[in-house]
């Protein structure tokens, strides 16, 4: 099932690109300044791509930047934000792939 419908948060906007029983793929636009949360359950696990943008993640305990073209994993059950670094007028634009 696919669903285009663009839909709009206070942090930026997601995109449903592909739902099955197996995945869900989404294009997640998180404005500048703002957070996106990601919680997976312990049946999940999330692969985020960094298509545009420099966004700084907290897996856990964890801290890292992130840049442009750059992959993460986050492990089922752990949780995440994503910030975009960016108070100007860049947004950060990632592809997130739920397994």
């Known amino acids: ?22 995945f869900k793929i989404l294009n997640i636009v998180i404005n500048p300044g703002e957070i996106f949360y990601i919680s997976n359950n312990e049946n999940h696990t999330s692969h985020i791509s960094i298509v545009n943008g420099n ?20 492990p ?5 934000q994503i910030v975009n670094k960016s108070y100007e007028c860049h947004i950060l634009e990632i592809i997130l792939v739920e397994i």
Do not use: H, P, R, Y
């Open 55 to 74: 966004a700084k993640i907290k897996i856990g305990n964890d801290i890292v930047i992130k840049n442009s073209k750059s992959n993460f994993n986050i």
């Open 1 to 22: 099932m696919i669903d285009n419908l663009v839909i709009s948060e206070k942090w930026g906007t997601s995109q449903l690109i592909a739902n099955t029983n197996d």
């Open 76 to 80: 089922s059950g752990i949780k995440c």
